[in-house]
């Protein structure tokens, strides 16, 4: 049974820092995308940043270039958000994610952790 679990979260005042983490388990996710995503309130599910276990390539969201990283450690199948200079409106539930190489969906979702940033 794939599982990805989310840590790391938190409250979190404008302008620190929180580092996310996302542990995946239950099969082998050689030259898989993962990535992040974000839901505010009211508001639909975003894209935040990816990272392809393939190659390390990443790719990100306009509105976080410069002040998030992805990054992974395959050794323990887990995913990494370091989020710096944290917003208000950065606040939202985060999600970890994971797509086959063949697919454009992502296959297997995460439950959320929540961040929240104060002004």
């Known amino acids: 049974q794939v599982q990805l679990v989310e840590s790391g979260g938190g409250l979190v005042q404008a302008g620190g820092s929180l580092r996310l983490s996302c542990a995946a388990s239950g099969r082998t996710f050689n030259n898989y995308r993962m990535a992040w995503f974000r839901q505010a309130p009211g508001k639909e599910r975003d894209f935040v940043a990816r990272?392809?276990?393939?190659?390390?390539?990443?790719y990100y969201q306009d509105s976080v270039k410069g002040r998030f990283t992805i990054s992974g450690d395959n050794a323990k199948n887990t995913v990494y958000l370091q989020m710096n200079s944290l917003k208000p409106e950065d606040t939202a539930l985060y999600y970890c994610?994971?797509?086959?190489?063949?697919?454009?969906?992502?296959?297997?979702w995460g439950q959320g952790t929540q961040v929240t940033v104060s002004s």
């Open positions: 994610a994971a797509g086959a190489p063949t697919n454009a969906r992502y296959d297997y």
């Open positions: 990272i392809r276990w393939s190659d390390g390539s990443t």
